[in-house]
């Protein structure tokens, strides 16, 4: 898997996304990019809000919005 790593993505640059994609690499990580980028995103813990109606769609309830 690569992983592209860079400042010009940082909206990107967060924790979470960086250890999901470690964990979901099967044989190979190659990560691409700036150190910088990477450190930035190892210290940003903050988690944004994912407005995916997931639980809605799983319990099949339907939003008039989609």
Request: no cysteine.
């Amino acid at each position: 898997m690569v992983m592209p790593v860079l400042m010009s993505h940082f909206g990107m640059l967060q924790r979470n996304l960086i250890y999901t994609g470690i964990t979901r690499a099967k044989k190979l990580l190659v990560m691409v990019g700036d150190r910088k980028a990477l450190a930035y995103a190892v210290g940003n813990v903050t988690v944004t809000k994912r407005n995916t109606l997931l639980k809605e769609r799983l319990s099949g309830e339907r939003d008039s919005r989609v």
